[in-house]
């Protein structure tokens, strides 16, 4: 198992992408704290990936969630390895003239402040295993924005550049810093994404901008987290892998 003695925290883990990722975590050995904003989808994940798995409710923008979450981590498994920063919110695909304050500062305090929060709590955590691994979901609008996400893809962009910068900064640690830039996929937020009903003319317009021709999944976001979760890529820090089907070609 690529993971084994690993223990693990990712967020937003109740679905989509996180959920893809804390369950091939699990099957590849590693002690996973399931984290989501949502808790009864938190203890449905971990209890499908069995006694090697806790839920713990967190909004990741709260520091006392965030700090209780790492100190789960210690408390049930003895330490931490492995942390998958991938909750992440959005507006819906509009004028970036119309989005409102209030969404504007939850999808800050979300995708990046969260970062910060999570660096904190974990580092001295890592820090006591001799190193680890720090994992990013930042997006391909991070690199290729498009009209009506605006204010998303700036805070996609924060966390790609924020991923190269912890890279450097935390590598006398033995930390390692690492992105992954997921093309739009099949989660609970899709149609935000969309702006529109998810109906096959709608995915047929965000289809032709994909060179391979489909959405990403969450085992494809997963298969890529645990590429830079594992020991085998102890010398790859500072790199945003696009999984994109081309998308940023």
Request: proline share 4%; net charge neutral; charged share 20%.
């Amino acid at each position: 198992m690529r993971l084994a003695g690993k223990v693990a925290v990712v967020t937003g883990a109740g679905s989509g992408f996180g959920k893809g990722i804390a369950e091939l975590f699990g099957q590849e050995g590693a002690k996973v704290v399931v984290a989501d904003i949502d808790a009864a989808r938190a203890a449905e994940v971990a209890a499908s990936i069995g006694a090697t798995a806790v839920p713990v409710t967190a909004d990741v923008s709260r520091k006392t969630d965030v700090d209780a979450m790492i100190e789960a981590a210690v408390a049930a498994f003895g330490g931490l390895d492995i942390v998958v920063n991938n909750a992440g919110t959005t507006h819906k695909n509009q004028s970036l003239m119309t989005v409102t304050e209030d969404e504007f500062d939850r999808i800050y305090a979300v995708n990046v402040k969260s970062i910060y929060l999570t660096t904190l709590a974990a580092v001295p955590a890592l820090e006591k295993r001799g190193g680890g691994s720090i994992i990013n979901t930042a997006s391909t609008a991070g690199l290729r924005p498009r009209p009506g996400l605006t204010w998303y893809n700036g805070s996609k962009g924060a966390v790609i550049t924020l991923t190269k910068s912890m890279a450097a900064e935390l590598a006398p640690k033995n930390i390692r810093v690492n992105a992954i830039n997921p093309v739009i996929g099949e989660t609970g937020l899709l149609e935000e994404f969309m702006g529109a009903p998810d109906t096959p003319e709608n995915r047929a317009r965000f289809l032709a901008g994909i060179p391979l021709g489909r959405m990403s999944k969450p085992s494809d976001i997963a298969n890529a987290a645990l590429f830079l979760a594992d020991p085998a890529s102890s010398f790859v820090t500072g790199v945003a892998i696009e999984v994109d089907g081309g998308r940023c070609i």
